[in-house]
């Protein structure tokens, strides 16, 4: 009980110091499907319509929500990564993304208590780190008195994480709604809203999950019309009255992974997207000097650019395009060449490979820099966190240098991977996963997105 005690007298004392930190909400599942997203984004739209000043995030490794949430709130929306970013790196990304907000917005990965091994990176992480409450948004289709009992459990798991309150999702009528209310009264939880169901704004998906927003050619009008629903259906301002300030100590945003050069060209198009903001921040932070290029557009580095950076994202929907843009490729051959360092992740690397296999079995030759060849004629999943550590000296530090990461991929490697591996690899669980990626010269890659640097 004195160790209870003293805990909790730490976590005011840390809210007290903290009082100027930037205020934050969690929305959180008790599962994926729920209609977090949606929820998320369609408050996004209403406070950004409202003029109130919300800040977006996402938990976990996501490219793709983010992109939606920016859109929604036009604002940047940064990554918290519990189980990869450094405590650090989370009170980095919260004071630079809040210095500017009322409050930040953050949705959850998969279900609440959900994440790696032993829950490391989940939702409730996130939130017992912070302090911030978290907004549960429960799926009610096909019950109704058991919501309360989701409910509770969620809310009594974990003394440590705080819900808020709750909003119910596809909500069948009037009388479900009020049957819900009922059998939650007693938990003293507030409901703060009934969604009704709305088959018309579900969002498109595809392999890697959601269409990327850029591809969504009437966003603006689904964004509209969902902030329009949740005004009138969600209690948008007593859901704003329970954000709670950080309890994390102010910190200035650093460097998440070394900048691969001085001055450094990245690709950015629909084909090359995902980037994580904070990762950008990070390089200018520390001094360098960004470009951007579009290899769909058939556009080349930077020549006067000394690192090259190929991001993830979906070139196998566009490698007939990719393969017939010789600007793009002999840019990056010549680039090579002049002994200039070129990094690429995922998508980037397929991308830097002799060439790639489409679902259709037809082959494409691309770049030609690292002695890969990669397929989606059989497509195997890859996915989950990742320790790595790296083989040899490169321009992301020295041999042995370790980062924590994450892999999501469909396509596989056709025969190896060459024989000078990038990292040595190991799961969330410490399982060892081999030795990954290639390195050629100054040029190197690999099928893992790096997060932050350990």
Partial sequence: MIAKDSAESSKQQNASINSEAPKGLIIAAPSSGSGKTTLTLALLRYFKNNNLRVGPAKVGPDYIDPAYHTAAAGRPCFNLDPWAMRQASLASIIAHSGHDVDVILAEGVMGLFDGAAGGAGSTAELAKKTGWPVILVIDVKGMSASAAAILHGFASLDPEVTVGGVIFNRVGSPRHAELLKEACEPLGIPVLGYLKRQDDLVLPNRHLGLVQAIEHSKLDGYLDKAAEQVGWDVRCEELLKQARPSILSHNDLHSFIPPIGQRIAIAQDVAFSFIYPALLEGWKKAGAELSFFSPLADEKPCTEADAIYLPGGYPELHVGQLGANQIFLK???????????????????MVLGMGLID??????ELAGLLPVETSFAVRRRSLGYRDVTTLKNTALGDKGSTFKAHEFHYSTVVGDEGDTPLFDVRDAAGQKKGQVGCVRGFVMGSYIHLIDQY
């Fill in 331 to 349: 840019g990056l051959r010549q680039a090579a060449n002049n002994n200039k360092t070129i990094y690429g992740e995922c998508g980037g690397y």
């Fill in 359 to 364: 679902n259709r079995g037809d082959h494409h």
